[in-house]
């Protein structure tokens, strides 16, 4: 198994923008779709956005117009950046493969992402 490494959350003000980042440690990552979730305190873990391998994009319509979800498949790399982040945005947010492959991905520690005055 190959693991995620996060990185670049924080506390942010409402308004605010913080750029998430996500280091692929190893795996054939340029042939796998990829995506950041959350997951807020009790609540289950979703899918915010994706990317595919081609670099095509979605997102979830809370974050449309707010989150964008780009790759850099010669580092491995796979980033979010947060602009207008809202308080409901608060929490823990991982990358990984879409779909699911716990064969191959292993999830990372997350990073926490805080929205508060």
């Known amino acids: 198994q190959v693991q995620f490494v996060e990185s670049g959350g924080g506390l942010v003000q409402p308004g605010g923008s913080l750029r998430l980042s996500c280091l692929a440690s190893g795996g054939m990552f340029s042939m796998y779709d990829m995506a950041w979730y959350r997951q807020a305190p009790g609540k289950r873990r979703d899918l915010v956005a994706s990317?595919?391998?081609?670099?095509?994009?979605t997102q979830i319509d809370s974050v449309k117009g707010r989150f964008t979800i780009f790759r850099d498949n010669v580092k491995n790399m796979v980033y979010l950046q947060m602009n207008s982040l809202k308080p409901e945005d608060t929490a823990v947010y991982y990358c990984n493969s879409v779909p699911l492959r716990p064969d191959i991905w292993k999830w990372g520690q997350g990073t926490q992402v805080t929205v508060s005055l």
């Open positions: 990317v595919s391998s081609g670099g095509i994009t």
